[in-house]
């Protein structure tokens, strides 16, 4: 009876400690921050442990940062120690549990540090043992040996820590990825709202100076085309900038591309931003439909030269200079005023205002030539 | 509403181009039409416009429409936000209209209206 008594007893003993341990671990698992996790490590390692005092010490670099602690008499909190200079630094760079019963026959410990403390007696396990992160101490204030289950529950812990830290690390990620995915949510909901906002441009524009709704409908679904090619080519570039070369090959795709002989273009590389490149698409896609329509691309023997360079460059004002030469193409006569549509608007304007430069369009009889000028910008700039 | 001399701050040519012609089909005079925060700026600084209103896309290139929203009030001349952005923070112009894109010409005519009355 008196047997069982006793037996009882230790077990209820045994049975709180472990509930104590179990609790630990699910506080442990609610935890964010590594302040938390601190919180948690010191209002608990001491009672799981019984030590006389414990601390929760964080690995800084080459440095053992002695971040927490719980006991009788103050111990390092808030110091910071080199890794090869205290006890916490050899269990994380050995990756192993160190059981000390007697700190002053141990020559891994560093007396001085010790002899302003209490301490006599130490368990020292990692948090994280394939790579620590931390360490978890507990320390008596009498010479002995920690019974092993002590030592094993001080080892339990740190396994909770290290998966609480790292839940921390992982929900921090997410949170980021959260944002992240807002953040480009509503990007997107911009842009296409923008977007649609250029077709009802394009739409209505093509709508005042369209001859019949077939006329229209041909005009409209070419422009479309040609936005949609913008934004193929920017994305292709992440929306980022765009190289005036490909744009002009994306334009002039559906003419026979670049690699048509009657069309020849030289420049250097120029890099135009996502909300230049759209317009530079549109007005260089006006410009190639005119010239297939009515200029030098309406026949065999016509022939478009676009050219463009940097002036004064390495200078005050470097400027971007392009020049759009048509020839070989049937007689020119300037428009009226009145049939001004969308192209010639938009060529005239389009890039003047985007870039801030100047557009002149010259009629000449023996062909259409637009120059552009530019001073080089964040917007516009050489690659 | 015939007359009325309007500024535009919009960064896409596109846009911009169809907003003068709602503008002029409403009989309003575009003062100014603008694709960069500097530029409206400068126009403002110079001191020679006589402006009835203006309409601001928020996002200019990158560059928030704001401080050309301040120098307007400073000069009392009324002005809406036309924007794709569905919510976004405008501290200190919680007050001021948002027509959102695609622009709706009744939107537009009403705000338009609106600067009338304000001067």
């Given at each position: 009876m008196l047997d069982m008594a006793e037996h009882d007893l230790s077990d209820g003993e045994d049975d709180s400690a472990l509930l104590t341990l179990v609790e630990t671990i699910e506080e442990l698992s609610a935890t964010r921050t590594i302040d938390e996790v601190a919180a948690v490590v010191r209002s608990s390692a001491r009672r799981i442990s019984g030590a006389d005092g414990v601390a929760f010490v964080l690995r800084d670099n080459d440095c053992c940062w002695y971040l927490d602690e719980d006991a009788i008499g103050p111990l390092w909190k808030g110091k910071r120690f080199p890794l090869t200079a205290c006890i916490s630094g050899w269990s994380m760079l050995n990756r192993q549990t160190v059981v000390i019963p007697d700190i002053y026959q141990?020559?891994?410990?560093p007396h001085d540090a010790y002899?302003?403390?209490?301490?006599k007696s130490l368990v020292m396990t990692p948090v994280r043992?394939?790579?620590?992160i931390a360490a978890l101490g507990a320390y008596w204030a009498k010479e002995h040996t920690p019974p092993p289950e002590i030592v094993a529950k001080l080892q339990v812990m740190a396994r909770a820590t290290a998966a609480a830290l790292e839940s921390g690390r992982l929900h921090a990620s997410l949170n980021k990825e959260l944002e992240r995915r807002t953040f480009l949510m509503r990007e997107l909901d911009h842009r296409v709202k923008n977007t649609l906002a250029s077709v009802q441009s394009i739409a209505s524009q093509t709508l005042r100076t369209a001859a019949s709704p077939q006329a229209f409908n041909e005009s409209f679904e070419s422009r479309l085309l040609a936005l949609s090619q913008a934004h193929e080519l920017l994305t292709k570039q992440a929306w980022g900038k765009a190289h005036l070369r490909e744009i002009l090959a994306a334009a002039m795709r559906p003419f026979g591309?670049?690699?048509?002989?009657?069309f020849v273009v030289e420049g250097p590389p120029i890099e135009i931003t996502p909300e230049a490149a759209v317009a530079v698409h549109m007005t260089l896609h006006e410009l190639i439909v005119n010239a297939a329509k009515y200029?030098?691309?309406?026949?065999?023997t016509g022939s478009v030269s676009v050219a463009w360079r940097i002036e004064?460059?390495?200078?005050l004002h470097p400027t971007f200079a392009l020049e759009w030469r048509e020839r070989g193409g049937p007689p020119v006569a300037p428009p009226e005023p009145k049939d001004e549509g969308f192209g010639s608007r938009l060529i005239r304007r389009g890039l003047s205002r985007d870039l801030g430069g100047a557009a002149v369009l010259d009629f000449a009889p023996e062909g259409l030539t637009f120059t552009f000028r530019a001073p080089l910008s964040q917007r516009l700039a050489a690659a | 509403m015939s007359g009325r001399r309007i500024m535009i701050v919009e960064d896409e040519a596109l846009v911009a181009m169809m907003v003068e012609d709602l503008l002029t089909d409403l009989g309003?005079?575009?003062?100014g039409s603008f694709g960069a925060v500097g530029e409206a700026l400068a126009y403002l600084d110079d001191g020679k416009s006589s402006l009835d209103g203006a309409v601001l896309d928020i996002n200019i290139g990158g560059e928030m429409v704001f401080p050309v929203a301040e120098a307007l009030r400073a000069k009392g001349v009324p002005f809406v936000f036309a924007t794709?952005?569905?919510?976004?923070?405008r501290k200190g112009f919680e007050d001021v209209t948002v027509l959102s894109k695609p622009i709706n010409f009744g939107h537009l005519r009403d705000a338009v209206h609106g600067f009338g009355q304000a001067a």
């Open positions: 141990d020559d891994r410990i002899r302003p403390t209490f301490v043992t394939r790579d620590p591309g670049l690699e048509d002989g009657r200029g030098a691309l309406s026949v065999p004064d460059a390495g200078g | 309003c005079e575009v003062s794709g952005y569905g919510a976004l923070p």
